[in-house]
Structures are given as C-alpha cells and as structure tokens.
C-alpha cells in the first residue's frame, strides 16, 4: 500500500525558514507527478509546487522564490524548502503523488501542520 508521510513542520517567526518532507518509499521512482499542497481552514486547498517527469519543477506565484522543491531518489523522498516565510504561508501542508497526470492525485500523506507568526 503507498504511504506518504509528511515531516518537519512547526513554529517559526516571519522572515525564518522550514524543510518539510515527505517519505514516500519505493514508490517515487514510479509516479508520474509529486506535489506540495497547502490547506488552511475556511479557505480552499491550494497547490504550492510539483515535480514531474523526473526534473521539471513548477510553482505558485504566491511561493516562487521562496519555496524550493528538491526530489531524492536515493532516500525516496520529496522536499520542501520554505525560506522567508510569511504569515500566510500558515497551513497544514500536504504531500500528493499523482500516478499518470499532475491534474489528478492518487495519494496523499496526513498533512504537517506550518505556523508562521509575525
């Protein structure tokens, strides 16, 4: 059965930084789209950034040069590093993979919850 299993989230003051992670097992190397999503209550999921087709990386314009997203084979695991976070970059953070196409998500980890205060 796939799992993922996100890690590293926690407290951090504006400006500061976070690395979150995602064990996703053997089971990278197969899919075809993994991906970030965030979630904050009362608002609706959003899709930070993904890597697909083995090295092409693309990101929302509301973390594009803030938030970078790293992929080890090695280790089968997915990253993410989030540096000058702000305020709004609080939520509960989601990892996806996605078996065939980046628009439809197969999996999903239980989320790492991220609070940034200002």
């Known amino acids: 059965q796939v799992q993922l299993a996100e890690s590293g989230g926690g407290s951090v003051q504006a400006g500061g930084s976070l690395r979150l992670s995602c064990a996703a097992g053997e089971f990278i190397r197969s899919v075809y789209c993994l991906a970030w999503f965030r979630k904050t209550p009362g608002k609706e999921r959003e899709w930070v950034g993904y890597a697909y087709n083995y090295d092409t990386i693309g990101y929302a314009d509301s973390v594009k040069g803030r938030f970078t997203i790293s992929k080890d084979d090695v280790k089968n695991a997915l990253y993410l590093q989030m540096n000058s976070l702000k305020p709004e970059d609080s939520a509960i953070y989601y990892c996806?993979?996605?078996?065939?196409?980046?628009?439809?998500?197969?999996?999903w980890g239980q989320g790492t919850q991220v609070t940034v205060s200002s």
């Open positions: 996806a993979a996605a078996t065939f196409h980046c628009n439809v998500y197969d999996y």
